[in-house]
């Protein structure tokens, strides 16, 4: 693999732009500069009270909370869309309100179709429950330079607390130093 990538996005209405527990966004800097704060080690966007009232005031619909038949479900498709579009799917993890998915690929594709085909494809699997709008618009893409950085992210997806649905390729799971016996 060329690439790899650790992929994170939210479910619809669990996690609004302005959230306490802060958020990735475009914050513009003391020159009106915008820049988007989702590389490791810098901080996330602080908490705005006033946008998080007015983004609930424009939600369509209520906030998608996914149960553990719904998490397995997007694992199930993580798996088969990496499968099929030949990605290395090194790990995924899905909690109630958000997903991450550490992928390599082939070649240099735009980490922003990768993050689409993903959530499209869980979305056409979870559209068997209930047809909805599951997740928020894009995610964060950041980009693993190097084999540390991705043994990092898988240890970071499997350790994931509140985790209803969890898969760790072997390989990965042994170089990242995680026991064995995970997707069991």
Known sequence: MDRFWLLTWTTYGTWLPGDRRGSVANVPDKDGNRHRHNRVGTPYAQSQPRLIKHVEQTLTQEA???????????????????????WKLCAAAVMSNHVHVVLGVPGDPDPEKLLGDLKAYATRRLNQFRRRRWWTDSGSRRKLPNRSAVNAAVRYVASQRGCLALYVDEAFARDAGIESGLNE
């Open 64 to 86: 998608v909370w996914l149960t553990v038949v719904h998490a397995q479900a997007v694992v199930d498709q993580v798996q088969e869309t990496s499968r099929i579009r030949q």
